[in-house]
């Protein structure tokens, strides 16, 4: 054997182990995750969150959402492909997941105050559409995200009062401490049925789904 196939060998047994070592990490961190995910199952969804599909699905998607988050508008129209293809088994749990700060804050404030008035889908659509005019920086990015919702149907007077009440900061407040006892970090973050999501792909999530769904369809009715 010369000494560049001696080279050559070391370097693929070198990238073997690599990608080895790299998939067993992967595979802790998705178990450690999956843990922690169920010794928090009581904080994974509250009452007070929002939820669109059948309020009884049997098949929970729970999204750790930041409606600031270029990521999550990215994710957004698959995730509305997979209520569709499963209507009946699939409920969207939406989780606050404040990561942008003030602008992510007075997303969420405009979003419970336009669940208040019957309007939270079309709000979130508009919002995300119109995403980029409203996450500048600056002292504008509030009015503009204001100007966006009320163009898009929101009572303002109505939404400022709701807000002024406190009911959204409380709540808020619940998601968070909810996001860190389960130990989210990044957005989005998805769970089904309390598994969490290995990837940034929504093409796993589209799978991790329809298994649940599967499992489902399979299982007897009582």
């Known amino acids: 054997m010369t000494r560049r196939h001696i080279v050559f060998l070391s370097a693929l ?15 802790h961190t998705l178990q450690a995750a999956a843990l922690q995910a169920s010794e928090q199952a009581g904080a994974m969804v509250r ?11 049997p098949v929970t998607i729970v999204e750790f959402f930041d409606p600031a988050c270029e990521a999550c508008k990215a994710f957004h129209p698959r995730v509305k492909q ?6 009946r088994e699939t409920r969207l749990v939406i989780r606050y997941t404040p990561f ?4 992510s804050v007075e997303a969420v404030k405009i979003l419970e105050a336009a669940r208040a008035q019957g309007k939270f889908e079309p709000m979130l659509e508009a919002l995300l559409v119109g995403q980029r005019a409203w996450t500048g920086q600056g ?5 503009r995200a204001w100007a966006l919702a009320q163009s898009a149907g929101l009572d303002v007077d109505q939404a400022r009062k709701h807000i002024a009440s406190g009911a959204v900061d409380t709540l808020l407040a619940q998601d968070v401490s909810d996001l860190k006892a389960i130990g989210v970090r990044a957005t989005p973050t998805f769970f089904v049925n309390g598994k969490p999501l290995s990837s940034t792909d929504p093409e796993q999530l589209f799978e991790l789904v329809k298994g649940e769904v599967e499992h489902v369809r399979k299982s007897p009715r009582p």
């Open 13 to 27: 047994i070198a990238l073997a182990v690599f990608a080895a070592a790299v998939f067993l990490y992967q595979r």
């Open 47 to 57: 009452p007070h969150s929002p939820v669109i599909g059948p309020v009884n699905a």
């Open 82 to 87: 997979i209520l569709a293809a499963f209507p």
């Open 100 to 103: 942008h700060r003030e602008a």
């Open 139 to 143: 002292a504008k990015a509030a009015d």
